[in-house]
Structures are given as C-alpha cells and as structure tokens.
C-alpha cells in the first residue's frame, strides 16, 4: 500500500474505499438500527455460544421451537465481536501476540488531526491502520502510548500488539459498516480484503474483490457497492463467490462478523 506517513495512509485508505465504498466518519446508531435485515448479538467471541439466538417467538413448547429453528434459518446471524474494552484492555479470554511490535516498523494509524475508523466497526475508536501487509484494519488503542491491539483474524481468539507512529483522535464508526468476517452456507469462512491490488474474475471484469474465502475463493460485487459486497435487500444476506477463472456462484451468509468495544 507504499510507505511513508500520510501519504502512505491516505493511499490505504482509498485503495480500500475504492472497493467497498464504506469508510465514513459519520456517527452510526449501532449495526442493529432500524430498517437493517438480520439480527445481531454482542460477543466477545469466548465463551462458546455467546451469541443470542437468530429468531425468537412468544410461543412456548416444541412447537415454538421448531418455528423458531425454521425462521433462524432464512436470517443471517450478526455477531459483533468486543475483544478489547474501552479501556483498552483485552477481555477475558482473549490473548495478546506481541511478537510482532516492532517500533522501527510502526503502523500508520493517523494522528491527533485526522484518523479513519475500521471498516469493520459499529462503535467508535477502531481503527484502520496501514500497510495493508500487517492486517491492521480493525484496531484499538489501549493506555500504553502508540500501543495498539489488532484483531487480524475474526476466527481466533488472539490479538496482535502492533506500535502505532503516532497518538490518533478519536473516530466515528462508518455509517455503512462492513462485516469483517463471514461465515458461509457452504462452510466458507471469508476475510475482508483489505487494500491490495486484486484482479477482477475472467468472465466478469466488471466485478473487483471483496472478501478472500480460503486458498481460492473470492467475493465479488461492483466496485460502488455501498454494502462491502454483501447483498442485504433480504433478511437471509448473500454473496456472490468463485476464484478468478471459474464460475461464480451465489451463496447464503449464515453469519456476518462486526467489531466494537466491551463495555
């Protein structure tokens, strides 16, 4: 995403928004606000299960149970993951990998004029962090000056202490946030991508990438997508998949991946 201070941030920055269009400082009334398919449940990843159930019904007995598997099915599970608190410390059950903090190769996180929140976030004070190289979009700072804890991977339990450059200001979630992760129907698990220069699909040049899923698949969409290449017209959320020289596929989102601070 090339080096060098503001320069080479605001390149990060654009390199990302180019693609998913939603990197904004404005205010956003949490990922549950109305009119927003799904449903989302706060969790701070450990312990198991601590996502609250996909739909719910007043109805009691088996029958009450079955509706409500049958309804849990045809909605997209939101979880929004709270691995830091707003203190900056790790929650429990989550670890710290410091292996790779490195002062002389500090991250670029902005600075006490101007920042750019996590694509990924629905609270503010998360930041997005460049080069795209350390993974570092989804980022909080913590009382130690410069510190920063980075969640690069939605499917573990571990975050990365990496040094900042500078102090930053504080942020504003996105108003149209991206998940950070997904989990698929088909069992895939997805990344958000997260700047880079990736091809369009053979067929299809109209498309760019979205989200990397496994050694091969990608999720594509039209580079103007206001939703990180999700489709979220209908409660059940959708990509649409493939690798670069093969067919693409629609595929429902069994759950979608958000970030925020505990409490």
Same mark, same amino acid.
């Given at each position: #995403?090339? !080096?060098?201070? !503001?320069?080479?941030?605001?390149?990060?920055?654009?390199?990302?928004?180019?693609?998913?269009?939603?990197?904004?400082?404005? #205010?956003?009334?949490?990922?549950?606000?109305?009119?927003?398919?799904?449903?989302?449940?706060?969790?701070?990843?450990?312990?198991?299960?601590?996502?609250?159930?996909?739909?719910? !019904?007043?109805?009691?007995?088996?029958?009450?149970?079955?509706?409500?598997?049958?309804?849990?099915?045809?909605? $997209?599970?939101?979880?929004?993951?709270? @691995?830091?608190?707003?203190?900056?410390?790790?929650?429990?059950?989550? $670890?710290?990998?410091?292996?790779?903090?490195? @002062?002389?190769?500090?991250?670029?996180?902005?600075?006490?004029?101007?920042?750019?929140?996590?694509?990924?976030?629905?609270? %503010?004070?998360?930041?997005?962090?460049?080069?795209?190289?350390?993974?570092?979009?989804?980022?909080?700072?913590?009382?130690?000056?410069?510190? #920063?804890?980075?969640?690069?991977?939605?499917?573990?339990?571990?975050?990365?202490?990496?040094?900042?450059?500078?102090?930053?200001?504080?942020?504003? @979630?996105?108003?149209?946030?991206?998940?950070?992760?997904?989990?698929?129907?088909?069992?895939?698990?997805?990344?958000?991508?997260?700047?880079?220069?990736?091809?369009?699909?053979?067929?299809?040049?109209?498309?760019?990438?979205?989200?990397?899923?496994?050694?091969?698949?990608?999720?594509?969409?039209?580079?103007?997508?206001?939703?990180? %290449?999700?489709?979220?017209?209908?409660?059940?959320? !959708?990509?649409?998949?493939?690798?670069? $020289? %093969? @067919?693409?596929?629609?595929?429902?989102?069994?759950?979608?991946?958000?970030?925020?601070?505990?409490?």
């Amino acid at each position: #995403m090339g !080096t060098g201070g !503001t320069g080479r941030r605001a390149r990060g920055v654009r390199a990302w928004a180019a693609t998913a269009a939603v990197v904004s400082v404005t #205010m956003l009334a949490g990922c549950a606000s109305q009119g927003r398919s799904g449903t989302q449940a706060a969790a701070t990843r450990p312990p198991a299960g601590s996502t609250t159930a996909l739909a719910s !019904t007043a109805r009691t007995g088996p029958a009450a149970a079955t509706v409500s598997a049958a309804n849990a099915a045809q909605v $997209t599970r939101r979880v929004t993951l709270a @691995p830091v608190d707003r203190r900056g410390q790790p929650v429990r059950g989550w $670890t710290v990998d410091r292996s790779a903090e490195d @002062p002389d190769a500090a991250i670029d996180c902005g600075d006490i004029r101007q920042a750019y929140p996590s694509p990924a976030a629905v609270s %503010g004070d998360i930041y997005y962090c460049s080069p795209s190289a350390a993974g570092a979009d989804a980022c909080w700072p913590t009382p130690q000056p410069r510190r #920063m804890l980075c969640l690069r991977d939605p499917e573990r339990t571990t975050l990365t202490a990496l040094t900042a450059q500078a102090l930053v200001t504080k942020v504003s @979630p996105p108003r149209n946030p991206a998940p950070l992760g997904l989990v698929l129907a088909n069992g895939d698990h997805c990344r958000l991508r997260n700047g880079g220069a990736w091809i369009s699909p053979e067929h299809r040049p109209d498309l760019v990438g979205y989200y990397s899923c496994g050694p091969r698949d990608i999720v594509w969409a039209h580079p103007d997508s206001p939703a990180g %290449g999700v489709d979220r017209t209908t409660p059940r959320w !959708t990509v649409l998949i493939g690798d670069v $020289t %093969g @067919p693409l596929t629609t595929v429902a989102v069994t759950e979608a991946e958000f970030v925020t601070s505990a409490r």
